[in-house]
């Protein structure tokens, strides 16, 4: 896809994700209305929010780029006669938007469904008054400037954002922790994956690790990083722009990939 293209996308990604962002600000301000959801047990919940801004995002999608497919975290998906996919997280960090916490976002992403690779991307992070997009090969940006990630060549001045991952990795938590605290400046858990990414991009941390997500919680974030410079992938190895199968992603500066890689891949290799 070329940069107009691929331009274009990202332009509709922008708005999809302010218009998910009004309502889910609405409905923080008006916190006292929600009645909260458990949807799989007490770590993931929902509420009218969560619906209402991801109809919101479907809205501006389907006004404006009416034959592609969308995948939503809430509403399923619908299928597309391009090879367009939209991924979409009307509101990645739940928990933290119920608690009234600044760390959630609202992630719109456009991948190509052939190889899942992310031609566009937007993250709005709306308490902190910060929207990020980026584009397949045309940049990343944020608050009106093309993004390039810090050089920090030393893990031991590194601030690196993780979350615990699916179910079948969160007993590994402590082992991650073990394995990052002695070797970095610090380490945060801020509980959305599209925010720690979002933060990657723009300097506000220097690495995330955030194993166990699906596409409509990362794939807007990956490229956001990729496209400021950093480097992308899971514990299998580089996926440059494209969407790791596995669903685990680790984003950082080139020069701490490689070391933040063999510091987890142990951790992990006995998981099925």
């Not at 916490?101 to 719109?108: F, G, L, M, Q, T």
Request: aromatic content about 4%; hydrophobic content about 45%; glycine content about 12%.
């Amino acid at each position: 896809m070329g940069d107009i293209a691929a331009a274009e996308l990202m332009a509709v990604a922008r708005h999809a994700a302010e218009a998910g962002a009004r309502v889910a600000m609405h409905w923080r301000e008006n916190a006292h209305q929600l009645r909260i959801e458990e949807k799989t047990g007490p770590r993931d919940l929902v509420s009218r929010a969560d619906r209402e801004s991801e109809d919101a995002i479907v809205a501006v999608l389907s006004g404006l780029r009416p034959d592609d497919g969308v995948l939503g975290e809430e509403h399923g998906g619908k299928d597309g006669a391009t090879d367009v996919l939209w991924t979409i997280d009307p509101i990645d960090g739940t928990t933290n938007y119920l608690y009234g916490r600044s760390d959630w976002a609202v992630s719109v992403a456009a991948l190509r469904r052939a190889d899942r690779r992310v031609l566009a991307a937007a993250v709005a992070e709306p308490t902190v008054g910060r929207m990020t997009t980026a584009c397949d090969g045309g940049g990343a940006w944020s608050q009106g400037r093309r993004l390039a990630m810090p050089v920090r060549d030393s893990l031991d001045t590194a601030l690196i954002e993780v979350n615990f991952g699916a179910d079948n990795q969160r007993h590994l938590a402590g082992a991650v922790i073990d394995v990052l605290v002695p070797h970095t400046r610090d380490v945060r858990r801020g509980g959305s994956a599209a925010s720690a990414l979002a933060q990657v991009a723009t300097g506000r941390a220097d690495a995330a690790w955030v194993p166990g997500l699906q596409s409509w919680d990362g794939a807007a974030g990956l490229l956001l990083v990729a496209e400021a410079g950093g480097v992308v992938g899971d514990l299998d190895g580089e996926t440059a722009g494209h969407w790791p199968a596995t669903g685990d992603v680790l984003a950082a500066s080139p020069a701490l990939w490689p070391s933040l890689h063999r510091l987890l891949a142990p951790v992990y290799a006995a998981v099925v």
